[in-house]
């Protein structure tokens, strides 16, 4: 029978969307997240993206070494940009209605492995979101699949392990802006030291993104 190993968080490598494009805007700059008048010029080395400015990179990047606001915001233009390049990187290691069960077990094993790709999937961008917006909730997120997941229980639970995991803190409530939620209330949640810190480890493998 086979063994179910315990599945993390893993990382998922990003290409730049287009890199001729990206040379076009280097000179534009990003403005900084926290200080007034001053930009960033996030750019793609070959290899890795760096962000770099007037006195060097952001706090962000100079602390964890992953991308930062400005990186996030210079690659992507808008939320289900970032859905898309991240879904086409996440890939299954097979399709579970190909593999060959020999025991129930096996069943059962090969389900929870794939679920743990879409929950690696979601919880990749759900905290990207909180890095490029500052704060997330549950809507940024629906937003971004363009409603791929609407009604299904997986989303609850990315956002529920992240939160078990303090990886991301809840810092208050407000109305969903969906129809379909009917206006009940979401948790706004903000990315936790603890959740850079992984972002952080998970690079010495490969980055998130």
């Known amino acids: 029978m086979l063994e179910q190993s315990k599945l993390e968080l893993d990382p998922v490598e990003l ?16 403005p900084s997240a926290h200080d007034d008048g001053k930009k960033y010029f996030p750019r793609f080395d070959g290899s890795r993206w760096i962000c770099d400015g007037p006195d060097g990179p952001c706090q ?11 990186i996030l915001q210079k ?9 898309k390049q991240i879904s086409e990187k996440v890939e299954y ?22 679920k743990q790709y879409e929950i690696n999937k979601l919880s990749t961008i759900f905290l990207n979101i909180a890095i490029l917006r500052g704060q997330v909730s549950v809507d940024d997120l629906h937003i971004a699949t363009n409603e791929h997941y ?59 993104i």
């Open 60 to 70: 962000h990047f100079r602390i964890y070494r992953t991308p930062c606001r400005h």
């Open 93 to 114: 290691s097979r399709d579970i209605r190909d593999m060959h069960c020999d025991e129930f077990e096996d069943v059962i094993t090969y389900v929870s492995c794939y």
């Open 150 to 208: 609407a009604d299904n229980p997986i989303v609850g639970v990315a956002i529920g392990s992240m939160k078990r995991s303090g990886y991301i803190e809840c810092i208050g409530y407000r109305k969903t802006e969906r129809k379909i939620a009917h206006g009940r209330p979401v948790g706004i949640y903000k990315i936790t030291k603890k959740g850079f810190e992984m972002l952080r480890k998970s690079r010495m493998e490969a980055p998130i």
């Open 15 to 30: 290409e730049p969307k287009d890199f001729n494009l990206i040379l076009e805007n280097l000179d534009k700059g990003v």
């Open 75 to 83: 690659r992507f233009e808008n939320l289900n940009d970032l859905y």
